[in-house]
């Protein structure tokens, strides 16, 4: 897996190419907490390249969501095809986090 | 028919282990896209615990999995030579309010459980056999 970046005056958008598993999981860990070291905490993880996402990949998220709400910011996820919001969906998460459909309505949320 | 894969337990070897299940569904012919993701996501949490908690990803260290289908039901097979993990009984200690999740490996735990119909585990000798069921959608 490779994380494509586009910064933006209001987020960040970080698109997984790829699978995030086991394996991949912490690098997108690592980037995360990179944005996190800058004060940037509106990010948009753009899934629009994303071909699989386990609980590893998940837990990444997971784990970052206090900090973000601490921090006042968001974590949006866009672009899901219906495999990976399938696994959202199976665990409610789809409930807690933000999934919005494109990037243009993920920044009406910001 | 039945198909079988051996991988040593590297990290790596996941991807290796969602393709060869992947390309064993699309030999049943099942037209639900999503209902195999599960399925491979449920087997790949499955292994990735195994890998990591039974055996530290010691390459050294190797499990088989072996697919078949019968009786319009999925059967995935593990055998695994570490002791057995008693998947059906895990709950999830740390279980947060709003999400079904916990540290350690038990979010994936919680992702088989939801998805698979029947998980039996033998134990045989110290090793496992995991057995997975799922049962085909009718449409």
């Known amino acids: 897996m490779r994380i494509e970046q ?4 209001r987020c960040v958008i970080l698109r997984p190419v790829g699978d995030l598993d086991a394996t991949s999981s912490i690098v997108m860990n690592e980037k995360i907490e990179q944005l996190f070291r800058k004060n940037k905490y509106n990010i948009l993880i753009d899934c629009s390249e994303l071909d699989y996402i386990s609980s590893a990949g998940l837990g990444v998220f997971i784990s970052h969501m206090d900090e973000i709400q601490e921090k006042k910011g968001k974590l949006i996820f866009t672009n899901q095809n219906s495999r990976v919001y399938s696994v959202f969906d199976l665990l409610g998460l789809n409930q807690l986090m933000t999934i919005v459909d494109t990037n243009e309505t993920a920044l009406n949320h910001i | 028919m039945n198909s079988k894969l051996t991988v040593n337990c590297e990290k790596s070897n996941l991807k290796l282990i969602r393709e060869f299940l992947t390309d064993q569904l699309k030999t049943f012919h099942i037209k639900d896209e999503n209902f195999c993701y599960l399925i ?12 990591e908690h039974a055996h530290h990803f010691n390459r050294e260290h190797s499990i088989t999995l ?8 999925i059967h995935i097979d593990i055998f695994d030579p570490a002791p057995p993990f008693d998947i059906n009984n895990f709950k999830c200690k740390g279980l947060a309010a709003k999400i079904e999740c916990c540290d350690d490996g038990g979010l994936g735990v919680s992702m088989i459980q939801k998805i698979m119909d029947d998980i039996k585990i033998e134990s045989i000798e110290g090793a496992s056999l995991y057995k997975f069921t799922k049962k085909i959608p009718m449409n």
């Not at chain 2, 491979?40 to 890998?51: G, H, I, P, Q, Y």
């Not at chain 2, 072996?66 to 039901?73: G, L, S």
């Open chain 2, 40 to 51: 491979v996501t449920a087997v790949d949490e499955a292994c990735t615990n195994s890998f």
């Open chain 2, 66 to 73: 072996e697919t078949y289908k019968e009786n319009n039901e």
């Open chain 1, 6 to 9: 586009i910064e933006n005056e």
